[in-house]
Protein backbone atom coordinates (compact mmCIF):
# COMPACT_ATOMS: atom_id res chain seq x y z
CA UNK A 1 0.00 0.00 0.00
CA UNK A 2 1.16 3.57 -0.35
CA UNK A 3 -0.73 4.88 2.40
CA UNK A 4 -3.06 7.45 2.69
CA UNK A 5 -2.25 9.22 -0.84
CA UNK A 6 -5.08 10.31 -2.90
CA UNK A 7 -4.89 10.17 -6.76
CA UNK A 8 -3.87 13.24 -8.34
CA UNK A 9 -5.99 14.97 -10.41
CA UNK A 10 -6.32 13.75 -14.49
CA UNK A 11 -5.16 16.69 -16.98
CA UNK A 12 -7.48 16.91 -20.19
CA UNK A 13 -4.68 16.93 -23.15
CA UNK A 14 -7.01 18.02 -25.45
CA UNK A 15 -5.81 14.89 -28.15
CA UNK A 16 -6.27 16.08 -31.65
CA UNK A 17 -8.65 12.78 -32.53
CA UNK A 18 -10.91 14.21 -30.22
CA UNK A 19 -12.31 17.02 -32.44
CA UNK A 20 -15.45 16.02 -34.60
CA UNK A 21 -13.71 17.13 -37.58
CA UNK A 22 -10.75 14.79 -37.00
CA UNK A 23 -9.54 11.26 -37.23
CA UNK A 24 -6.64 9.24 -35.65
CA UNK A 25 -2.99 9.99 -36.51
CA UNK A 26 -2.23 7.22 -38.47
CA UNK A 27 1.77 7.97 -37.98
CA UNK A 28 1.34 8.59 -34.42
CA UNK A 29 -0.81 4.98 -34.47
CA UNK A 30 2.01 3.36 -36.31
CA UNK A 31 4.95 4.78 -33.54
CA UNK A 32 2.08 3.46 -30.85
CA UNK A 33 1.88 -0.06 -31.92
CA UNK A 34 5.68 -0.51 -32.51
CA UNK A 35 5.87 0.95 -28.38
CA UNK A 36 3.45 -1.81 -27.83
CA UNK A 37 5.27 -4.47 -29.34
CA UNK A 38 8.80 -3.78 -28.25
CA UNK A 39 7.87 -2.78 -24.89
CA UNK A 40 4.74 -3.43 -23.47
CA UNK A 41 3.72 -6.56 -24.90
CA UNK A 42 6.47 -8.53 -22.53
CA UNK A 43 4.00 -8.19 -19.51
CA UNK A 44 0.48 -7.08 -21.68
CA UNK A 45 -1.66 -9.23 -24.43
CA UNK A 46 -4.50 -7.37 -26.42
CA UNK A 47 -6.85 -10.13 -26.55
CA UNK A 48 -9.27 -8.47 -28.45
CA UNK A 49 -6.97 -7.13 -31.09
CA UNK A 50 -6.14 -9.62 -34.15
CA UNK A 51 -3.85 -8.81 -36.86
CA UNK A 52 -6.65 -8.47 -39.30
CA UNK A 53 -7.64 -5.58 -37.76
CA UNK A 54 -4.08 -3.73 -38.27
CA UNK A 55 -4.68 -3.75 -42.12
CA UNK A 56 -5.03 -0.54 -43.53
CA UNK A 57 -4.07 1.45 -40.48
CA UNK A 58 -0.74 0.09 -39.30
CA UNK A 59 0.17 -2.27 -42.22
CA UNK A 60 -0.71 -3.39 -45.40
CA UNK A 61 -2.29 -6.68 -45.93
CA UNK A 62 0.80 -8.41 -46.72
CA UNK A 63 2.85 -7.35 -43.77
CA UNK A 64 -0.36 -7.95 -41.62
CA UNK A 65 0.13 -11.52 -42.72
CA UNK A 66 3.97 -11.59 -42.27
CA UNK A 67 3.31 -9.88 -38.61
CA UNK A 68 0.90 -12.57 -37.56
CA UNK A 69 3.19 -15.44 -39.25
CA UNK A 70 6.58 -14.39 -36.69
CA UNK A 71 4.11 -14.77 -33.73
CA UNK A 72 3.69 -18.39 -32.13
CA UNK A 73 0.19 -19.06 -31.35
CA UNK A 74 -0.32 -21.89 -29.02
CA UNK A 75 -2.71 -24.16 -29.95
CA UNK A 76 -4.26 -27.38 -29.97
CA UNK A 77 -5.42 -30.25 -28.48
CA UNK A 78 -3.42 -32.72 -31.41
CA UNK A 79 -4.21 -36.01 -31.81
CA UNK A 80 -2.17 -36.51 -28.85
CA UNK A 81 -3.82 -34.63 -26.57
CA UNK A 82 -0.90 -31.82 -26.44
CA UNK A 83 -0.63 -28.12 -26.72
CA UNK A 84 1.80 -26.97 -29.60
CA UNK A 85 3.35 -23.92 -31.14
CA UNK A 86 2.25 -22.71 -34.54
CA UNK A 87 2.66 -20.02 -37.12
CA UNK A 88 0.26 -17.09 -36.49
CA UNK A 89 -2.42 -16.02 -39.54
CA UNK A 90 -4.84 -12.93 -39.70
CA UNK A 91 -7.48 -13.92 -37.59
CA UNK A 92 -5.66 -14.99 -34.28
CA UNK A 93 -5.37 -12.17 -31.37
CA UNK A 94 -2.31 -10.73 -30.53
CA UNK A 95 -0.94 -13.43 -28.14
CA UNK A 96 -0.47 -12.99 -24.35
CA UNK A 97 3.08 -13.29 -23.11
CA UNK A 98 1.67 -15.17 -20.15
CA UNK A 99 0.34 -18.85 -20.38
CA UNK A 100 -2.10 -17.98 -17.51
CA UNK A 101 -2.84 -15.37 -14.55
CA UNK A 102 -0.71 -17.46 -11.87
CA UNK A 103 2.82 -17.08 -14.41
CA UNK A 104 1.81 -13.48 -14.64
CA UNK A 105 1.77 -12.77 -11.27
CA UNK A 106 4.14 -14.39 -10.59
CA UNK A 107 6.37 -12.78 -12.86
CA UNK A 108 5.41 -9.38 -12.05
CA UNK A 109 5.60 -9.30 -8.25
CA UNK A 110 2.45 -10.67 -7.27
CA UNK A 111 0.60 -7.88 -9.50
CA UNK A 112 -1.66 -8.76 -12.76
CA UNK A 113 -0.75 -6.58 -15.40
CA UNK A 114 -4.14 -5.72 -17.61
CA UNK A 115 -4.71 -6.88 -21.03
CA UNK A 116 -5.00 -3.62 -22.99
CA UNK A 117 -7.31 -4.48 -25.77
CA UNK A 118 -9.62 -2.03 -23.74
CA UNK A 119 -7.64 -0.38 -21.53
CA UNK A 120 -8.40 2.97 -22.79
CA UNK A 121 -12.01 2.63 -22.00
CA UNK A 122 -11.72 0.43 -18.81
CA UNK A 123 -10.20 3.50 -16.82
CA UNK A 124 -11.87 6.62 -15.79
CA UNK A 125 -9.82 9.38 -18.15
CA UNK A 126 -9.55 7.56 -20.60
CA UNK A 127 -6.13 8.80 -22.76
CA UNK A 128 -5.81 11.34 -20.34
CA UNK A 129 -5.20 8.74 -17.73
CA UNK A 130 -3.37 6.26 -19.63
CA UNK A 131 -0.60 9.43 -20.83
CA UNK A 132 -0.35 10.97 -17.41
CA UNK A 133 0.07 7.01 -15.77
CA UNK A 134 2.76 6.64 -18.23
CA UNK A 135 4.70 9.80 -17.79
CA UNK A 136 3.99 10.82 -13.77
CA UNK A 137 6.29 8.67 -12.37
CA UNK A 138 8.11 9.97 -9.55
CA UNK A 139 11.33 9.44 -7.19
CA UNK A 140 10.15 12.06 -4.84
CA UNK A 141 7.97 9.92 -2.65
CA UNK A 142 5.45 12.77 -0.59
CA UNK A 143 5.05 12.09 3.70
CA UNK A 144 2.42 9.66 3.69
CA UNK A 145 3.36 7.14 1.20
CA UNK A 146 4.57 4.27 1.71
CA UNK A 147 6.08 1.31 -0.64
CA UNK A 148 6.48 -1.86 -0.31
CA UNK A 149 9.75 -3.72 -2.13
CA UNK A 150 9.19 -3.77 -6.12
CA UNK A 151 6.73 -0.75 -5.82
CA UNK A 152 7.09 2.79 -7.09
CA UNK A 153 5.06 6.16 -6.77
CA UNK A 154 3.16 7.38 -9.04
CA UNK A 155 0.58 10.22 -8.44
CA UNK A 156 -1.85 8.85 -10.95
CA UNK A 157 -2.14 5.76 -9.62
CA UNK A 158 -5.26 4.90 -6.99
CA UNK A 159 -3.49 4.93 -4.13
CA UNK A 160 0.46 6.06 -5.53
CA UNK A 161 1.84 2.68 -5.41
CA UNK A 162 2.54 0.75 -8.90
CA UNK A 163 4.15 -2.80 -9.26
CA UNK A 164 5.07 -1.71 -13.10
CA UNK A 165 8.43 -0.28 -13.31
CA UNK A 166 8.40 3.02 -15.48
CA UNK A 167 8.29 1.16 -18.70
CA UNK A 168 9.78 3.87 -21.14
CA UNK A 169 13.02 5.47 -21.02
CA UNK A 170 14.27 7.60 -23.57
CA UNK A 171 15.34 6.08 -26.57
CA UNK A 172 13.58 2.84 -26.08
CA UNK A 173 12.53 1.97 -29.30
CA UNK A 174 13.84 3.81 -32.67
CA UNK A 175 11.27 5.10 -34.85
CA UNK A 176 11.58 4.45 -38.56
CA UNK A 177 9.90 8.21 -39.80
CA UNK A 178 12.91 9.48 -37.65
CA UNK A 179 10.87 11.10 -34.56
CA UNK A 180 12.81 11.62 -31.35
CA UNK A 181 11.76 8.62 -28.92
CA UNK A 182 11.20 10.55 -26.07
CA UNK A 183 9.41 9.57 -22.83
CA UNK A 184 6.27 11.95 -23.72
CA UNK A 185 6.42 11.19 -27.67
CA UNK A 186 6.12 7.51 -26.98
CA UNK A 187 3.27 7.89 -24.02
CA UNK A 188 1.63 10.04 -26.15
CA UNK A 189 2.17 7.47 -29.57
CA UNK A 190 1.11 4.15 -27.89
CA UNK A 191 -1.96 6.04 -25.95
CA UNK A 192 -2.96 7.12 -28.90
CA UNK A 193 -2.43 3.04 -30.68
CA UNK A 194 -4.33 1.83 -27.41
CA UNK A 195 -7.45 4.71 -27.80
CA UNK A 196 -7.51 3.36 -31.45
CA UNK A 197 -7.24 -0.31 -29.89
CA UNK A 198 -10.74 1.01 -27.53
CA UNK A 199 -12.80 2.51 -30.40
CA UNK A 200 -11.61 1.54 -34.23
CA UNK A 201 -14.59 2.57 -35.36
CA UNK A 202 -14.64 6.10 -34.29
CA UNK A 203 -14.08 8.05 -37.83
CA UNK A 204 -16.90 5.64 -38.82
CA UNK A 205 -19.00 7.03 -36.03
CA UNK A 206 -18.22 10.54 -36.28
CA UNK A 207 -18.97 10.09 -40.38
CA UNK A 208 -22.23 8.76 -39.16
CA UNK A 209 -22.88 11.68 -36.89
CA UNK A 210 -22.22 14.40 -39.66
CA UNK A 211 -24.05 12.98 -41.67
CA UNK A 212 -28.07 13.46 -39.94
Request: aromatic residues 12%; glycine residues 8%.
Amino acid sequence: MAGDIDQAAIPHYHWEFEKWNKSYDVAALRRGYQVYKEVCSSCHGMRFLCYRHLIGIIFTEKQAKKEAKNALIEDGPDENGEMYLREGVLTDSVPAPYKNDNAARAANNGALPPDLSLIAGARVGGPNYLFSLLTGYSDEVPPGATLEPGQYFNPFMLGGSISMPPPLQDGAVEYPDGTPATVTQMAADVTQFLQWAYWRNMDASKRTGMSW
